[in-house]
Each structure stands twice: as C-alpha cells, then as structure tokens.
C-alpha cells in the first residue's frame, strides 16, 4: 500500500513538474478535486480526445457527433431521473468529521482482499516457476476460494441495499466489517444518507425571473434531446450513433485521488440508437470494440478488465465497466450500458413530442432502445500518464525516468538539438524545426549537455530526439534517438518526417482495433 500511495505520489509530482496537470487557482491554494492543464497537459488530452473521435466517428460511417450545450432546460434533469435518483450514499465520522462514500469505504475493503489473492497468487508463482498455473490456481487454492468468496458476498450485499435503498443495512454492512476511518482509524460513524451529486446554477438578470438551472452531470442527455434533429438532418437509418465529448460537473463527496474523480470533467460518450430486443447483441460488440481501442494503446492486456454491475443505475437493464490498473489499483475507467428506451420515453413523457424512429422496412414505429458508452477523458488521461510514467535502470547503473506515452499521443513528436551552440548548428536545428512544425509538435532545446537534454525529453515523454553535429554540416544527416530503446540512427534531413510520421501516424494505431 505504502508503495502504491508513492508511486501515485510520484505521478502527481511528475505531472506538474513537466506541465501536464497543476492544480486549480493554485496561487489562491487551490479549489478541491478541479485541475488545469498545462501546455502538455491540453495536447495529450486534445490527442486522446482525436484517438477517441476518429475510432468512434470518423471510422464508423453511421455515427455522427455533436456538441450540445452545458446548460439545458432544468425539466431534463427531471425527465432524465437525475434529480430525484443521482445520489451518492455518505457517511460522515463523527470523530474525524471526515465525509465518505459509504459504498467506496466498503469497495475499498473488497479491493484490500482483493489485494490479498495477488499476494497469494504472486507468492505461488515464484514457488512454482515456470509450473505454475494461474487458472487453476485461482480456481482450487482453498485460501484464495476464501478471499474470493468473502468479496462476492460483500459486493452482493452492497449491491443489494443499495438497490432496496436499505441505507441501514449500508451502515451495518461497515459496522459488521469493521471498517475505520481511513484518515482517523475511528469507526464512531453517522448514519448513511443520500446526496444528490448536481450542482445548480441560475440564468436570467433578475432575482424573480431567474430559472434554477444544473450544470450537467453526464452529456449523455444533450444527445437523447436531440435524437430527432439528427435522425431527420441526418437521414440516419438505425442503428447509429450520436457521439459528443464536453464537460460534465459533479459534487463528488470522495474527491482525492487527483483527477481520477474530479468535480468538473470531460467526457467522451455515444449513444447508439438500436432496435428493442437487439440490445444483448450491441451491449457484446460495444463491449469488445471499446476493449479493442484500449489495447490498441499497446498499455498491456493484464491492466484492463471487465466488471459487469450488480447494482444498476435507474436507466440500464446491463452495465458493465472497463476497470483499468491505476496506481491504486483497478477502478473504472468506462463504462457500457444498456440503457433500453428509458431516456427516450422519459424525454417524450416530459417534453410531449414523440421522439419514435419509423423502421421503412417494417412500416413501423418505435422509440430505440440505447446502447452507450462513456469514458472520461480525464480519467484515461491519468490511466496513460500513470502507465507510462517509468523508472528504468540503466546498463551504467544509472536510472532514468521516462515517460513512455503511446508515441501517438505524446504531446511533442520530436526534439530537436545542436551538438554546440556555435558553428552555425543552432541554425541547422532551427530549420528542421521550420520544416517538421508543420505536420508534428516539435520543439528547440540548446541548453545543457546532450545527455541532460535527453533526460528531460525522456522525462517529458518526447519519442525523437534529433541531434545536428559537425558531421551535419557536410553530409545534411544527423542522429535521430528513439526514447524507449535509447537506440541512435544516423539518417538523412529529408529522411525524418517519414521516420517519425512512421511511428505517431494515427492511422496505423487506429487499425489495430479493425485487425
Ligand atoms: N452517461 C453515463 C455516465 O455518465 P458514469 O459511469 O457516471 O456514466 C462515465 O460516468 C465515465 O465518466 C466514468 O467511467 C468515468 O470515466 C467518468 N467519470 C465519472 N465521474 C467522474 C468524475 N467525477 N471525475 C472524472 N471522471 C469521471
């Protein structure tokens, strides 16, 4: 645990220091859970935000995207079910005056038994070398039968009280458990109580005239609301997609693992219009298709998984969740829903409109059941830089630390050096960079020994560093340094676009979820 709070720690720090993340009006000390980016920061989260658009609408020729508002009118809130049911279960600890969410303290002690199965499956695997096999091991070692035994019956317990609304039970279930104030150790908890997560705002000049308005919590419902404009500008034919990415803004009550849960946030979501019945069949290929453009980030198959929902949100009839291995463990990091037509129905009852599909081929109508997906993109944010974020030891002994992000997303493709700052090298460098700036992110750097000026571009996550010698001068080559093998080329000027296009192309990581 002590190594993990680190290694998070380690990610904070390294994502302020090289100008990924600072935190918000920090000169006035900074407002809880909300974050800026810094001018790294804004391009990798821009180039994530391209990963997900191209995957999801440029390559699928039936989804389209929109950009609805934030603000909407206040009935959607109401028609949608986030008014009366978008609630968290708190608890406060009367010692401490800490607040939590009663159902992330008990997931946290499922996560802490969780934690104990790797240690038992770590510890047989050196026992057993190269014998060892995990599927059976999980599936026949009596401890571990235990552990697992032990967590499914919580989350079920959990899911169920929820699901009844049984808040005692919640507080009985940490009672029975044992659970202590992670800040305090006390466990002299309040009773646990609904919250509702929106945050109101008002619009008009006047304080009679004024309408309550929220801030959005999900941009889910700027696309349900306008199902039909795009359907009918669109000539879609279902199913098809509406996708959109905006921010979203919730009163999170457990806000402190940086921007993993953060007040005001990004998301990337689609909603795909589908006929009632098929929605099983779309709930599996949605499922597979976003596993598909995870691995397709090259962040390793054994940090992904599935967790398919006990309790389920008021719109959906099945969820399941994309957990990824951040530095605290897996969490979620998507979520895919069968939402049925409830949004739709919901939106129709409140509006009065019919918001109905006529199926040509049937001759009928009909509201769409929904299938969606819904990532944060700050969220996968932190899942990138903390993947990537490495300490390597060298050949010398030495360490390096290395940012290693899919070069596809790395905010700056290339880094470009003169060996000296004399002897017309600077001149050289600079126009390569005049050159390369038009199709990638590059940047000058002069400072320092070479050595250190690889550090800190390695540090920064730059793929390329690019270094003109007294050798360019006669031959127009230079040294080309690729940042994960650390290994040199000497190559020709006009030879790097191709070289560097080569790696970052967008193209070929996007084909990898296709093939
Ligand atoms: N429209 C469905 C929806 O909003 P959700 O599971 O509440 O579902 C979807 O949110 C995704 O949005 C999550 O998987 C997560 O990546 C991201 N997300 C949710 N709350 C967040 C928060 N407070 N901070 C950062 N990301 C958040």
């Keep these: 645990m002590a190594k993990q709070e680190d290694d998070f720690k380690k990610v904070i720090s390294h994502a302020k ?50 950009d609805a508002a934030i603000f909407m009118h206040p009935t959607t809130w109401k028609a949608s079910g986030h008014v009366d049911a978008f609630n968290d279960p708190l608890i406060d600890n009367k010692d401490s005056k800490k607040r939590y969410r009663a159902d992330v303290l008990v997931e946290d002690h499922v996560a802490k038994i969780e934690n104990k199965i790797e240690k038992e499956v770590a510890k047989a695997a050196k026992r057993f070398g190269d014998a060892f096999d995990k599927e059976q091991f999980l599936a026949t070692n009596p401890r571990v039968l235990g552990y697992q035994e032990q967590a499914t019956g919580i989350l079920k317990r959990l899911g169920k009280s929820l699901e009844n609304e049984d808040l005692a039970d919640v507080k009985k279930l940490i009672e029975e458990l044992d659970i202590a104030c992670p800040m305090s150790g006390s466990k002299n908890w309040t009773d646990v109580k609904q919250f509702n997560l929106m945050f109101g705002t008002k619009l008009g000049a006047s304080a009679e005239s004024a309408m309550d308005l929220y801030l959005r919590p999900e941009t889910a419902q700027g696309i349900f609301v306008n199902f039909l404009n795009v359907q009918k500008t669109g000539r879609m034919k279902i199913p098809f997609g509406i996708a959109q990415t905006g921010k979203a803004f919730r009163n999170e009550i457990v806000a402190r693992q940086f921007i993993f849960r953060m007040r005001e946030f990004e998301q990337m979501e689609m909603q795909y219009f ?125 360490f390096r630390t290395v940012l290693k992000l899919p070069a596809v997303l790395a905010p700056t493709k290339a880094a470009v050096f003169p060996l000296v700052k004399k002897d017309g090298l600077p001149e050289i460098a600079k126009e390569i960079i005049a050159d390369l700036k038009w199709d ?19 540090a920064n996550g730059t793929p390329f560093c690019i270094t003109v010698d007294h050798q360019t001068l006669e031959d127009q080559t230079v040294t080309i340094r690729h940042r994960d093998t650390m290994e040199q080329q000497r190559v020709a000027i006009t030879e790097l676009r191709s070289i560097i296009h080569e790696e970052v192309d967008m193209r070929v990581w996007l084909r990898k979820i296709k093939g």
């Design 17 to 66: 220091e090289y100008g990924y993340v600072f935190q918000s009006s920090e000169i006035y000390d900074g407002l809880s859970a909300v974050y800026d980016y810094g001018q790294n920061g804004a391009e990798l989260k821009k180039n994530i935000r391209e990963y997900w658009w191209k995957a999801m609408v440029q390559l699928n020729d039936n989804i389209v995207g929109i």
């Design 274 to 398: 589908i006929k009632p019945g098929t929605q099983k069949e779309w709930y599996e290929h949605w499922k597979e298709h976003r596993m598909k453009w995870h691995l397709s980030l090259g962040m390793g198959e054994e940090n992904y998984r599935f967790h398919d929902h006990e309790k389920l949100a008021h719109y959906a009839d099945a969820a399941s969740d994309i957990e990824f291995r951040f530095p605290f463990g897996f969490k979620e990091l998507e979520g895919i829903h069968s939402r049925t037509d409830f949004d739709l129905s919901q939106h129709e009852e409140y509006s009065s409109k019919k918001l109905q599909y006529f199926d040509p081929e049937t001759r009928e109508n009909y509201v769409p059941y929904v299938l969606e997906t819904s990532i944060g993109l700050d969220r996968m944010f932190l899942a990138v830089f903390s993947k990537s974020l490495q300490e390597e030891e060298l050949e010398n002994g030495t």
């Design 440 to 458: 990638f992110n590059v940047l000058y750097d002069e400072k320092d020994a070479v050595g250190r000026r690889y550090r800190r571009q390695d």
